[in-house]
Nanobody, 127 residues
Framework: QLELLASGGGSVQVGGSLRLSCVAR????????LAWFREAPGKEREGVAA???????EHARSVRGRFSISRHNAEKTLYLDMDNLGPGDSAVYYCAATVNVPDWSARWAEKSLYRNWGPGTRVTVSS
């Protein structure tokens, strides 16, 4: 089990940037599949980006080219670099972890597959 804590959210203007961090406590961090999800008011929680233990990454189409997920195993930290933010990116962002995601490239965004969740960090983008 991992205990996760996300930070780095805030208020930015359209076109701005933010870096979210998710620090983990627990063992075998390197073995975990990790992901960022977000939940906007009135919408379902959706997958934003994910990474495998080996470092492969996937990003949702809506953020591809603007967001980048990365992991630093020695620091047990997951990052989400977000550039060119728009109002549609306003949401509470959550980091999640799990030990196995079958058929990962196709299923990485299925929230039901993730066992460990941290409290969210809010991102607000205004014009």
């Amino acid at each position: 089990q991992l205990e996760l804590l996300a930070s780095g959210g805030g208020s930015v203007q359209v076109g701005g940037s933010l870096r979210l961090s998710c620090v983990a406590r627990g063992h075998d961090y390197r073995a975990y599949y990790l992901a960022w999800f977000r939940e906007a008011p009135g919408k379902e929680r959706e997958g934003v980006a994910a990474t495998t233990p080996g470092g492969a990454t996937e990003h949702a189409r809506s953020v591809r080219g603007r967001f980048s997920i990365s992991r630093h195993n020695a620091e047990k930290t997951l990052y989400l670099d977000m550039d060119n933010l728009g109002p549609g990116d306003s949401a509470v962002y959550y980091c999640a972890a799990t030990v196995n995601v079958p058929d990962w490239s196709a299923r990485w965004a299925e929230k039901s597959l993730y066992r460990n969740w941290g409290p969210g960090t809010r991102v607000t983008v205004s014009s």
